[in-house]
């Protein structure tokens, strides 16, 4: 609904607004001559790299790359869309979005859906706390939830009894509750959809009801049923508990997915509160879009049996095509037969954060699954374990991920290693326990001495002034002179500093973006820097051979004075 508001309206809406007030009333700034600095909302530390430009109406931060103005801020700190941050900050501006008609009749819509929805679950909450909810609020008592959790979820139960939230809704929210699926009139008679059913509302951004899950106290076939999907809910986009972790954490930086609604309510209980539940499967890529839109880190949480690793292949190979650099994906498969309900209760929070603090990231957790049953010391496998993992690798957008993945894979099919001892179908060892961490022996690497030279800088920036000198005396370090010249330019003299301005100055990453590109295995740090002390640097015995060869190819037409220096070098007389 962007496009229905006009541009004219957006500008002049930024114009009246104080940025740095703005800001100002969610972060705490600090004046920096006519700027504003603070530590960045939207990734945790210490020293403050987030900056306000009034002057200029946009921010920066230094350190993760947030920037935009007073309604990208908007949106990306309260989880808003677009047409909502606009809205708000015409609230906060005494304005009026000059909406045309046909979006005044959607939003108002819209509003009436949600309207009706809060109702449903005001009655489901006001149901539980009643003589009808005994049973419900003993099965949540079962289950270990207190009032405060439940309150906080707004936890609800719908009555047995099939028209009670139909016939307690005026005329008004009668028609939207049936638009919306949460009473069904496929007979010709309204019946409320969710009956003898413990109820969890699905909220949006702004906590207005959108949905509801429902989970059977009887014996009915379905044990979680959803609402139907309509304009104002659409599974493959919604997540459960968003909304109240982002109440509970106010900088969120890392989500917890698991797959169901008990097991975010019970993880909340355990003072864990950055959970949340992908809506029927967190596979699909919609789910996965709307959830890297919240941050930038999420851990994937799976049952241990075959049926969780299942679910989490899905999701990694739906990940793929959305794993840019600065996403950090990890899998947390649990013990069979426990889910993140059950094990929090029985462990305690804390173990249970260091099980997410320990989980495998995204590129090990692909290639322990593509190696499977294989042996990598069998030149057969090592081809199957390729053609297994690069069809995936295809997928990602050319990133430095990829690259490195990319690597990894030929190193791991290159057999100069051991790289694991596992026997086939070993993937139930996975299950529950710390894995032990194999050891991966260095593989020799041949480089070209440009490229030796450039990866030396990479580690150590204070050789340019040697690498400079090397280079302007020979052809064959045309990249490295370049790169050392780049570093003595910028006056860099540790490698962090370099890092940071490769990635964050796009004239210079787009100089130096091909500067490995022929690198397929990179060598220790250590043999990095040895070699590119030989070059710059060589031993005497080695600057004496060289010289002597080149004496030798060339004696023929030796003066005296090269005969004596052969003579001498050699320590004889040449014939």
Same mark, same amino acid.
């Given at each position: 609904m962007s496009g229905l508001i006009p541009q004219r309206f957006v500008e002049d809406l930024l114009d009246r607004l104080d940025l740095a007030e703005l800001i100002g009333s969610r972060v705490t700034l600090k004046k920096a001559g006519a700027n504003y600095k603070a530590c960045c909302p939207f990734h945790d530390e210490k020293t403050p790299s987030f900056n306000v430009r009034p002057d200029k109406g946009f921010y920066h931060c230094f350190g993760c790359g947030a920037h935009g103005d007073a309604i990208s801020f908007i949106r990306e700190f309260e989880g808003l869309g677009f047409t909502e941050a606009v809205e708000e900050l015409a609230r906060r501006a005494g304005l009026e979005v000059p909406y045309d008609q046909a979006a005044k009749q959607e939003i108002q819509q819209a509003r009436t859906l949600t309207d009706a929805l809060d109702f449903a679950s005001r009655f489901y909450q006001s149901a539980l706390h009643g003589e009808q909810g005994t049973y419900a609020r003993d099965y949540l008592k079962q289950r270990g939830l207190d009032n405060s959790i439940i309150q906080q979820y707004q936890v609800g139960y719908a009555p047995a009894a099939g028209t009670l939230l139909f016939d307690a809704a005026n005329k008004e929210l009668q028609g939207p509750l049936i638009e919306t699926g949460t009473v069904s009139d496929k007979y010709g008679k309204p019946r409320d959809l969710f009956r003898n059913r413990v109820m969890f509302p699905i909220r949006n951004s702004r906590g207005k009801t959108i949905a509801f899950g429902g989970r059977t106290l009887g014996d009915d076939k379905a044990k979680y049923i959803n609402s139907p999907e309509s304009n104002v809910f659409h599974k493959s986009r919604e997540i459960y508990g968003l909304f109240e972790a982002k109440q509970a954490v106010r900088q969120l930086d890392k989500l917890l997915v698991v797959e169901g609604y008990m097991d975010v309510i019970a993880l909340? +209980?355990?003072?864990?509160?950055?959970?949340?539940?992908? !809506?029927?499967?967190?596979? &699909?890529? /919609? %789910? !996965?879009? @709307? !959830?890297?839109? +919240?941050?930038?880190? @999420?851990?994937?949480?799976? $049952?241990? #049996?075959?049926?969780?690793?299942?679910?989490? /292949?899905? @999701?990694? #190979? &739906?990940?793929?095509?959305? *794993?840019? $650099?600065?996403?950090?994906? +990890?899998?947390? *498969?649990? =013990?069979?037969?426990?889910? =993140?309900?059950?094990?929090?209760?029985?462990?305690? %929070?804390?173990?249970?954060?260091?099980?997410? /603090? %320990?989980?495998?990231p995204f590129s090990r957790y692909l290639f322990d699954r593509k190696s499977e049953g294989l042996d990598l010391t069998l030149p057969e496998h090592r081809g199957e374990l390729r053609a297994r993992a690069e069809p995936l690798l295809n997928k990602m957008p050319k990133s430095t991920l990829r690259d490195a993945m990319w690597h990894e894979m030929l190193r791991l099919c290159g057999g100069r290693n051991q790289w694991q001892n596992r026997q086939p179908q070993q993937w139930n060892k996975w299950k529950g326990g710390k894995r032990d961490r194999v050891t991966e022996d260095r593989i020799d690497v041949k480089l070209s001495k440009d490229s030796i030279l450039c990866l030396a800088l990479l580690e150590a920036p204070d050789l340019a002034s040697e690498v400079t000198e090397l280079a302007q005396g020979s052809r064959q370090y045309n990249q490295a002179g370049k790169f050392a010249a780049f570093i003595l330019k910028r006056e860099i003299r540790d490698r962090k500093s370099l890092i940071t301005a490769l990635a964050l100055d796009s004239q210079v990453r787009e100089q130096f973006y091909n500067l490995f590109d022929g690198i397929e295995h990179i060598p220790t740090r250590e043999s990095t820097l040895a070699a590119a002390r030989e070059l710059l640097s060589p031993n005497e015995e080695a600057s004496r051979q060289q010289r002597l060869a080149l004496l030798l190819r060339n004696f023929a037409n030796l003066t005296a004075e090269e005969r004596q220096e052969l003579r001498e070098l050699s320590g004889g007389t040449p014939d």
């Open positions: 909340a +209980q355990h003072g864990i509160h950055y959970a949340v539940a992908t !809506l029927g499967t967190a596979t &699909n890529q /919609d %789910s !996965l879009a @709307a !959830l890297l839109k +919240q941050v930038r880190h @999420a851990v994937f949480c799976f $049952d241990g #049996d075959k049926a969780g690793f299942k679910a989490a /292949d899905r @999701a990694l #190979d &739906n990940a793929l095509e959305l *794993m840019a $650099d600065g996403l950090h994906l +990890q899998f947390l *498969m649990l =013990p069979e037969g426990e889910d =993140p309900d059950t094990l929090v209760r029985k462990e305690g %929070s804390e173990a249970f954060r260091k099980r997410v /603090d %320990s989980a495998t």
